[in-house]
């Protein structure tokens, strides 16, 4: 099933694509579907009127994630290609905080303290049920479905310290969507997808996801190790080569530019990049 989760006039509501046209579910929470075990289950678009997806702007696929885990390092040549020297031999997870994910169409924003702004083009992993101890071996069964993901990343900030943190959670950085396609529509695991980036229709990330350091099932496992993932959490699966601050001169996203990642299967996420607006402090009470 593929799903779009959308915003009319301020309003949430999802999408269903029935395989011939999109039907409108009104006021349904795509996170509280999955976490009712339906995400899968072809009746939910019995009865929902057809609508027009292009009257709609699409929102991030999990309006509010309890948590969007994120995973440096997953390619070996993305691996190679930057600061450190070995081959991880766990996954360099990070937190992404919810407040700094948008939607396809939406504008990534270049903050003003910044002119390094990298694209990073993922498979997003949103999880179904409570997974807690998993084995690598059961931890797909934990998985509802896929998205795209874009981990927009300040490398100044980013690199400022030994903790990544900063410099992946600007606001309006964590582009996502627009489609949430369930795990059963898609390869296990989502390996062996064809993911492509294009910074202003130039080609600037390309792989094949089963060519991941750790692939899903083993992301999934070990995350549960140290948390509980809950329905509608996500993980972000990394990035391949190709990113900006590793070219010579560097490529970094500017105000005006177009950026899309599709990964094979799922679509395509599109979204301007806009310079963040310098909004004056309040003034101080007198």
């Known amino acids: 099933m593929r799903y779009r989760s ?27 579907l999955i976490a009712a075990g339906r995400a899968s289950d072809r009746s939910v678009a019995d009865g929902a009127p ?10 991030p696929p999990i ?3 309890g948590k969007v885990i994120c995973v440096g390092l997953n390619y ?10 070995d081959l991880p031999t766990y996954p360099a997870f990070f937190p992404r905080f919810a407040s700094s ?8 924003l270049r903050p003003f303290v910044s002119d ?7 498979l997003l992993v949103v999880i179904g049920r409570p997974a807690r101890h998993v084995s690598a071996e059961e931890a797909l069964s934990f998985v509802a479905g896929y998205s795209v993901f874009n981990d927009a990343s300040i490398r100044n900030y980013q690199f400022l ?5 900063p410099g992946k959670n600007f606001d309006a950085t964590g582009a996502c969507g627009p489609d949430f396609v369930t795990a059963d529509e898609l390869p296990p695991g989502g390996a062996g997808l064809r993911m492509e980036v294009r910074l202003n229709g130039e080609i600037v990330q390309s792989v094949d996801t089963s060519l991941m350091i750790f692939p899903v099932a083993e992301l999934v ?3 549960s190790a140290f948390t509980t993932l809950e329905p509608g959490d996500m993980i972000a699966t990394g990035t391949p080569a190709g990113v900006g601050f590793a070219r010579k001169p560097p490529l970094y996203m500017k105000d005006g530019d177009v950026v899309e990642v599709t990964i094979e299967g799922i679509g395509t996420l599109v979204n301007p990049v806009r310079d963040e607006p310098r909004v004056p402090l309040p003034a101080a009470a007198e």
């Open 161 to 165: 310290g030994a903790q990544w943190t």
């Open 101 to 108: 994910l948008l939607g396809a169409g939406q504008p990534i």
């Open 221 to 223: 496992a070990k995350a």
């Open 116 to 122: 390094e702004l990298d694209f990073e083009g993922e």
């Open 50 to 59: 057809e609508m027009d997806i292009d009257t709609v702007d699409p929102a």
């Open 76 to 85: 070996v040549d993305h691996a190679k290609e930057s600061p450190y020297k």
């Open 6 to 32: 959308y915003l009319r006039n301020g309003a949430a509501g999802l999408a269903v694509h029935d395989g011939a046209v999109w039907r409108d579910l009104g006021a349904v929470d795509l996170a509280a």
């Open 63 to 65: 309006s509010k994630p």
